[in-house]
């Protein structure tokens, strides 16, 4: 099973969206200290992934989420095998029951013994979206699949600084694979698009890869004009 959340989503831009983005400089200094904007816990700014190579991470969710799907029949299951899956060479994440099955080969390379921490840190369903965004332009500042029990989000989350044409690209995106855009008031510089499922963030993940070649150029704010401290 892959959990769905009851969350009512809607591609409409909230009224409250500001389209905030950082200047290079921010951006820079930022980056370069190893931090995140938001605010947001265990945070970073993402660089350097092309489009190509968020695709390959896209399409690995892919790969993975039937078989998650296949071998998680309660959500404790299903929290279970996604740690397993973000933690394959943590010998406590690896239940048995998912040995000697086709979703154990891809979690443990047999010649290694594990495999590179997947998805570059980020959570299983939000890794690929956050990762596709960012190598358009956008700027993802955090993530959360949603989790069984002390989840800070109740549904899957992606935040990302963005501007009004990146939004609005993103919108006919949203509608197709049923996620929406909303905004925390608490950082309202941010959008946050929400899904009720981490199936439906890999659909849009792979929707944006698919129209990569039409999404607008997305630009830092110029030093000069902008007025707006980094939140």
Known sequence: MIPSY????SAQIPEEA???MPSET????????????GYFHDAWVL????????????AEERE???????????????EETISSVENPDLPEHQPDRLRN?????????????????????????????SYVLSSLGFLPVASCRAHHERS???????FVAITQAGAQWLQSLLEQTGCGFNIDLSRPDFLVIEAPSVAHTIALAEAIVRESPNAPQIRLA???????EAP
């Open 18 to 20: 500001s389209f905030w």
């Open 222 to 228: 110029e030093d000069p004009e902008n007025e707006h």
């Open 47 to 58: 660089m350097d992934m092309t489009t190509d190579e968020a695709a390959d991470l896209v």
């Open 152 to 158: 800070w989000s109740p549904s899957p989350v992606v």
């Open 101 to 129: 099955t086709p979703l154990w080969d891809l979690i443990v390379d047999p010649t290694r013994g594990s495999v590179e921490p997947p998805f570059y840190g980020l959570e299983f369903g939000v890794a690929g979206l």
């Open 64 to 78: 993975l989420l039937p078989l998650v799907d296949k071998y998680s029949s309660t959500l404790e299951e299903f």
């Open 26 to 37: 921010e951006y820079n200094q930022v980056a370069e200290a190893g931090d995140g904007f």
């Open 6 to 9: 009851p969350i009512a989503v």
